[in-house]
């Protein structure tokens, strides 16, 4: 029996108890609980975080008819321009094999643009790849894929896609018998930012003689052979406008079938390529033509030497394009404005018509060779 004293005691010893072993349970507990807690507080600190740094996801287009639009119109609503965005890093060529096949004999040209573009993703694209891609990029605009498959000769569908993969994507498009001497990186003059540019060209002909028009198509005539763009540039979406609608009108008078190759500078060609910037440059959706010093035309181009900006267009002088071609102010490959250089192999061409630019180094000063198409 217990008495007082045995009493408190035992009561003592379980309050004891109790005491040490809640204790130990609380010990054991709360540095999980708080471990947890902080793990958990952690999460949703790093959720918010992420949650701050990513970009708002970008407004969903509506439907809309399109079956009422031009052409133009179409393009448009397609691929936005953004002169702000960065130059896409693609380099675009096309050839009837590619680099990994024993016919290809562009190897060491080929090479030289992934040599000075170390990162860009480079594609070398043959008919059957570039039919299945325009029915990709061009699906929704029907007219312009039905103008590309009606063209009668190669050379005019190699000329609308170099438009079309640019319109579409950006980079850079540039002829398959091409060297790249520098990088696309240093075309662009350091004072110039970037996100006030949209399209890169150069000059191909400036030929300053009474009679240029026996030789060439256009007094001051662009290249086409190189462009740097960015998606949806408007003189790409003209040009493609143009080519759709006059292939179409063409085939639906029966005159494709007749085509002659004389006439591609002017349908696809740098004759058209020259107009369609011409009539960009002095475009009041652009540019402010009512305090313009007056209308832009060769004279603003002829004999320049340096690079030239017009609105969001920078204008390489011919060195950049056609060093070494012994005329017209071009001068030779190692000018620290020689950017690119051509070999006029002129691959859809006979072969009695080709290698133009060995031709024009053989003949004498101020003397230039057959106007190339």
């Not at 004072?191 to 949209?198: A, L, M, N, R, S």
């Not at 001051?220 to 998606?231: A, E, M, R, V, Y």
């Not at 005159?255 to 500078?265: C, D, I, P, T």
Request: glycine share 6%; hydrophobic share 35%.
């Amino acid at each position: 029996m217990l008495n007082p004293r045995r009493a408190f005691i035992a009561a003592a010893f379980l309050l004891t108890v109790f005491f040490l072993i809640s204790r130990s349970h609380n010990s054991e507990q709360s540095p999980s609980s708080s471990t947890e807690s902080r793990d958990a507080e952690a999460e949703a600190l790093a959720a918010a975080n992420a949650q701050q740094r990513l970009p708002p996801p970008p407004p969903q287009k509506p439907m809309i008819d399109m079956s009422g639009m031009s052409t133009y119109e179409k393009l448009a609503y397609q691929y936005e321009y953004d002169i702000e965005s960065k130059f896409p890093a693609y380099i675009w060529q096309t050839w009837k094999y590619t680099p990994g096949e024993g016919e290809f004999q562009f190897r060491e040209q080929e090479a030289s643009w992934s040599i000075e573009h170390p990162g860009f993703i480079h594609e070398v694209i043959t008919d059957s790849v570039a039919d299945t891609l325009l029915q990709l990029l061009y699906g929704s605009i029907p007219e312009v894929l039905e103008a590309y498959h009606a063209l009668p000769l190669p050379v005019l569908k190699a000329d609308l896609f170099r438009y079309l993969i640019l319109y579409a994507r950006g980079g850079i498009y540039s002829d398959i018998d091409t060297y790249a001497i520098k990088s696309a990186l240093e075309w662009i003059p350091p004072q110039i930012p970037k996100e006030t540019v949209g399209l890169v060209i150069g000059i191909e002909a400036d030929p300053d003689r009474p009679d240029w028009a026996d030789w060439y198509s256009r007094r001051i005539q662009f290249c086409q052979w190189t462009i740097q763009s960015k998606p949806g540039h408007p003189v790409l979406r003209d040009i493609i406008s143009r080519i759709t609608n006059s292939t179409l009108t063409m085939k639906k008078e029966g005159k494709l079938s007749a085509f002659q190759g004389n006439r591609v500078v002017d349908l696809t060609g740098p004759a058209v390529w020259t107009d369609t910037i011409m009539d960009y440059f002095n475009d009041e959706r652009y540019f402010d033509m009512e305090n313009s010093k007056g209308k832009i035309d060769y004279r603003n181009f002829t004999g320049m030497e340096t690079s030239k900006r017009v609105g969001d267009v920078v204008v390489l002088p011919i060195t950049s394009f056609s060093p070494g071609v012994g005329q017209m102010g071009a001068k030779d490959y190692d000018d620290p404005m020689a950017f690119v250089k051509h070999d006029f192999e002129g691959t859809w061409k006979p072969e009695s018509e080709r290698h133009i630019g060995e031709v024009q180094q053989e003949l004498g000063e101020g003397e230039e060779a057959p106007k190339e198409q």
